[in-house]
T-cell receptor, first 118, second 114 residues
Framework: GAVVSQHPSRVICKSGTSVKIECRSLDFQATTMFWYRQFPKQSLMLMATSNEGSKATYEQGVEKDKFLINHASLTLSTLTVTSAHPEDSSFYIC??????????????FGPGTRLTVL | AQSVSQHNHHVILSEAASLELGCNYSYGGTVNLFWYVQYPGQHLQLLLKYFSGDPLVKGIKGFEAEFIKSKFSFNLRKPSVQWSDTAEYFCAVGRNTGFQKLVFGTGTRLLVSP
């Protein structure tokens, strides 16, 4: 159980276009999902916290108009990279938090989406 | 702000060798500590976690980690590695409040040669 999927796994797009990445919790409901960005040989950097039914909370330095997040249901969050540029090329990973009733709720990670902007 | 540092970026070991990966964090409050593993081509998986209690925690696949509060450390260990342990290992720190966001270390790439 507790599987998180991402679609697409890879995407190549032209500069100036927008790209949407989906994150789904397949067998549980997630009121909170997280979006991370990972540069080569670097750590996962939290970009934003996605909350079902409300606005996302962005980390400092992350442009909310550039990275649009929508958490329309308890199993789906989307990240749209608007007007993508080559510097947006990266590995984007989402996670979903499983509410277990305990004080800590584990995050389960998706397989990631490799975005390449030409 | 919280930060996590992993001292070893690349580690190469032979099978049956012992493993210790360092992790230090900076945060003065109560934290939860995690080690995640990412096998080639796969997603991040939780290896083990520490919330409170016994500072020596055991995880899956024979891994364990020791929380030393005075040193702000949470080092990962395995007495005898296998070829299948080849992966990238991430240390992460989170707070048990709010959204329970995680801060990750830079990762350590482990290569185990048969």
């Amino acid at each position: 159980g507790a599987v998180v999927s991402q679609h697409p796994s890879r995407v190549i797009c032209k500069s100036g276009t927008s790209v949407k990445i989906e994150c789904r919790s397949l067998d549980f409901q997630a009121t909170t999902m997280f979006w991370y960005r990972q540069f080569p040989k670097q750590s996962l950097m939290l970009m934003a916290t996605s909350n079902e039914g409300s606005k996302a909370t962005y980390e400092q330095g992350v442009e909310k108009d550039k990275f649009l997040i929508n958490h329309a249901s308890l199993t789906l969050s989307t990240l749209t990279v608007t007007s993508a540029h080559p510097e947006d090329s990266s590995f984007y990973i989402c996670s979903a938090r499983l509410m277990s009733g305990s004080s800590y709720n584990e995050q389960f990670f998706g397989p990631g989406t490799r975005l390449t902007v030409l | 702000a919280q930060s996590v540092s992993q001292h070893n970026h690349h580690v190469i070991l032979s099978e049956a060798a012992s493993l210790e990966l360092g992790c230090n964090y900076s945060y003065g409050g109560t934290v939860n500590l995690f080690w995640y593993v990412q096998y080639p081509g796969q997603h991040l998986q939780l290896l083990l976690k520490y919330f409170s209690g016994d500072p020596l925690v055991k995880g899956i696949k024979g891994f364990e980690a020791e929380f030393i509060k005075s040193k702000f450390s949470f080092n990962l260990r395995k007495p005898s590695v296998q070829w299948s342990d080849t992966a990238e290992y991430f240390c992460a720190v989170g707070r048990n409040t709010g959204f329970q966001k995680l801060v990750f270390g830079t990762g350590t790439r482990l290569l185990v040669s048969p």
